[in-house]
């Protein structure tokens, strides 16, 4: 069988070069163009060694036209702002997107725009699909445009969502999301903050109840879940290259016994191949995850009773980016869900 | 002038090797002995290159009597246990001590036992003083034995202790303190999860609200600020060898003012030479501390004013071990507090 | 198609969990028991979570006839000596085996008795295969005990080997190999110098020309090329988990045409899947085959044209080790040799 | 006694930073400017929080008569090729120099040349001296401009010149030095290749045989043993943030003791503060000189005797700049060599 012709647009940073990975071992779709303004020309294999022998191409120009023409499905691994005309061409031109910034995973345009800039594309905004497939699967094959979720967002919502429909918070109670993400969350660019000297032996927090992701999470926490929610989120910078851990605080308005968020997460994951639920005591690392499309979620009860703790982990380049774009793009295809992303972690 | 003639016993651990570290540039104290029952006969810098021609001791074996009769002050760096009795066999002796396990930092006996063993000093814990001088200072002085904090207890008890006393919340409200360490404080004992592969590109969550060092803070800000509080303690491991951030998520029953916790803060501590408050807009990072006995602490006021987040940022081994116990150390001698502490940070 | 049973047997190491990483993703062979003393009963998931619902098994104790029962090859991963035996009862049980241990490696007795200890078992000695491939392929098909090259000598015999048949050095020049390894290299069992505050933001040589590997790559060297060489090996430790880079010095004692080692490279490894020869100008990087089973190779000619260096990079774990074992069985089983080899290195 | 002025020209990088760390604990100088073009105005410690409440400068603008007018001895921390004229200005306002980049430390105009740009001050190059103060301290009290030795060389000069003054190689004979050098040594600038997710997890060569420190080694391992050396310098990029270790292969022509070896050592560096000569059977680590001004020096005799290993270790911001910087600076000033220079390493 002929297999689905794909491209990613803005393949040179960490997003780029996860995707080409996760796709070289993708036995149903054939990468055929890959892009970057600034590596016109170079063979991939010259700027990313790890792909020699395995991706052959070289970079393009970001030209809409002929990447449409040389692909059925394309990836957008552009900055967000730059992404939204990006993907309303390949829209026009009749080509699937799964798009990685964040200018089309907002529901609420305004939302988008007070966190972002103006949304120039809106009807596009409202007809794309946010690509959390454990929660909105049944959104995901017939839409033409996905927006990929947050890498942070995506570790929050996922163990979060099933909790919040047991009412087990006040209404204008606050929830503390505390979460750790590696050094590849803040991309390939040139910033003095991504410096090795200034990562390593180190450790900060960023952007206290102030990041992009904030509302993100919120807005679909909603959706997920119908529960209006009051969310803190604070993230700090890990000295590792890969993986995102969040711990999320609830404070309890009732008695809860541990049977309920059992049975909660499992009815919600349990035949689920990318959220593995830990048994009791376990809670998640962020090396069980590296290099795999999973999710691994754990839970502590207080032993007032009166705060629940849920952990997750996530590799913030796979199922936080790269291999969750994959999910979504097995669901648009008609392929097997979990097609190309069967990987196991790397551990140590 | 003669310098005192100070020891360590149990000096072969991380805590034992950032003692002598500091205690060689010390210009007032003379490290006469150091001991540890596994190294006998062998030379400090065999054991710890890092320290070849700075100390010139080999170690002895853990005889009290000897040790005692070679130093005025001598500081235990054992296993909680072990060092019960050393400690009440040196005090017996008529010498200072500083006690760096938990034997001698609780005030309630019954807490003490609840959460370690039975303590079988009594009335010589009743004596310790916790030694925590930036809120405790006035008992340091005429102590004999001062109960070293822990760790976690400092980069907590610090930036919380002045603003539980301004009310800020209810009295049922728990407090969440999400911290993360560095893997020297594990110590330097052989255990799988202190392995490097086990801790390196790794990062986890680690006995959730169960850890030892929660009644610890309890009680200690209780003592600090009048105010029983609730406090649900999560520690993490960080893959990087000193350190330790804390993030205190204080939801609030009022509004406030920053100027009001800015105030607080500078009461406490504006004279302080080892706490560092930061500027509005600058949070706590681990290297800025590293190897030196700064606290550094800032803050962050959610945009809805209903949470206020605390950061905290210490060298575990140093204001969190070491560093604390020599300026416990001058307190009880009558030297001026920062002699031998005022080295700088390294970084990167 | 029936897949092939396999067996591990000392499966709780480093070179066990990468082992059972790499046959869960292989198409051809069912993993059907792994054994460890320490952990009989244990489920696989418990001890390794990245294997959580990937491996299902549970460890078995070390009884090689329950083993030999249930797979018709067998990985052992034992330390050198213990798995003298256990080799050798399984080949008595019919089994095909590859050991992953020293034990098996050496076909001069006399030197491996000088390095490790005596060898019980001289004849199924004198009978196994050095299992490199690239260079003894033809060997593999037919044998029963592969003894898996280690992983230094991996990566030093590869670069090597082809270059000594060029004749480029005088017989009594010592050729100086300068190797840096990652921490897993140590295994996993519980040496104070593999702890993490020990190997992290650390970096320093060891067993300087007296390293047991240094043998095994002079007799392997003299099978592969005919010459008799001087080698000097020295590795170093390096502050990563995984990897092995080996810079490697040849005095030359004549002219040499770049074109002439270009030629000898791809004429020995033009055709193969695992060794990637680079471009002029390119060096080999650890990130570049971290989780994959390739060897990059790339070198430099000094100014003078007096000195050679070859660079080769492996992830020991993978090609130094699993991986390489791997390759042996599909060779020893009849199965393509890349099957279930062709992870992509996970970089950054 | 008033404190002598200095002023550091430069300072935003990793060696400013450092060299302020050190001035700040130095008694008898007072840091009264630092200068940088990109952060006219901004108080040090929010560039560098580790200096929050020790350094209270703000960077001033490099302009040169200004300082002179501060300073009464000047640290020049600018790129090569800028720092020409500089050094040159400062030279003529009657300021003597401590310049840490390579432009006032050749002796060889012409090889400067070949390596670098043309200099623009021949007579002052002439004039300046290298100030590597254990090999040629009697040049370095009455020196205006010192040509403060480059890092890599700082850890290859040390451990070769003594033996190079026994004449145990062959004229022809090429000395391979394999030298491996954490991060800061690239510097602060945003370079793609000095990103957290290009170093971390990472090792790899670069410029074998082809770096601009090699030059430098071989002219001055002339001046300090008499001898011409053909030597062949291959560094390597160690995921750490500070410190060298280089491993130095001589190939012997001639029998020769242990005994002659340590004789040269001892003879060398038995007085040498900053020399630390590690018994037979131990070898450096980089830990083990973590922010202090040591090189630690070891060293093994192949089993065949006929080759000798040479190892050295030094962190390359202190004893490979900002420290041996105030070594020279003392030694200026006639303030005693070691003082301000004392500080222990950090280890772990």
Redesign the interface.
């Known amino acids: 069988m002929a297999k689905i012709r794909v491209a990613v647009i803005g393949a040179s940073g960490?997003t780029g070069?996860e995707l080409m990975?996760i796709l070289?071992?993708h036995p149903e779709v054939e990468l055929t163009a890959v892009t970057s303004r600034q590596h016109v020309g170079v063979p991939v294999a010259?700027l990313?060694?790890?792909?020699?022998?395995?991706v052959k191409l070289s970079f393009m120009d970001n030209r809409v036209t002929e990447i449409a023409a040389l692909a059925d499905l394309v990836f957008t691994a552009l900055p967000h702002k730059a992404a939204i005309e990006v993907v309303a061409k390949l829209h026009e031109a009749g080509k699937k997107v799964v798009d990685l910034s964040a200018d089309y995973r907002f529901s609420d345009q305004k939302l988008y725009e007070s966190w972002y800039q103006p949304h120039t594309e809106p009807e596009l905004l409202a007809e794309a699909v946010y690509g959390l497939p454990e929660l909105f699967r049944s959104e995901i094959p017939s839409a033409r445009v996905v927006g990929n979720p947050g890498c942070y967002p995506t570790s929050v919502i996922l163990p979060l969502a099933p909790i919040l429909s047991l009412d087990l918070i006040e209404s204008?109670?606050?929830i503390?999301v505390?979460a750790?993400s590696g050094?590849?969350g803040a991309g390939?660019s040139?910033?003095?903050g991504?410096?090795?000297?200034?990562?390593?032996?180190?450790?900060?927090?960023?952007k206290?109840?102030?990041h992009r992701h904030q509302p993100e999470m919120i807005e679909q926490l909603k959706r997920a879940s119908g529960r209006v929610t009051?969310l803190?989120f604070?993230p700090?910078l890990?000295?590792?290259?890969?993986?995102i851990?969040s711990?999320i605080?609830l404070?309890l308005s009732r008695d809860v016994a541990t049977a309920e968020i059992e049975e909660a997460l499992y009815g919600a994951y349990g035949n689920e191949t990318f959220v593995?639920l830990?048994p009791a005591g376990?809670?998640?690392?962020?090396?069980?995850?590296?290099?795999?499309n999973y999710c691994?979620i754990g839970y502590?009860m207080?032993?007032?009773q009166?705060?629940l703790?849920l952990?997750s982990?996530i590799d913030n380049l796979v199922k936080g980016a790269a291999g969750q774009a994959v999910q979504n793009m097995n669901l648009m295809l008609g392929i097997a869900e979990e097609t190309g992303l069967?990987?196991?972690?790397?551990?140590?």
Chains 1, 2, 3, 4 share one sequence.
């Open positions: 960490y070069v990975r070289a071992g010259e990313f060694p790890s792909l020699r022998d395995i204008d109670t606050t503390i505390d750790k050094a590849s390939r040139l910033n003095l991504s410096l090795y000297c200034e990562v390593s032996d180190n450790f900060k927090p960023y206290a109840g102030n009051k803190l604070v700090h890990l000295p590792v290259n890969r993986g851990l711990s605080y404070p593995r830990l376990s809670l998640p690392t962020l090396n069980a995850v590296r290099g795999s691994d502590v207080a032993s007032d009166r705060s703790i952990f982990a069967m990987t196991v972690s790397l551990a140590p």
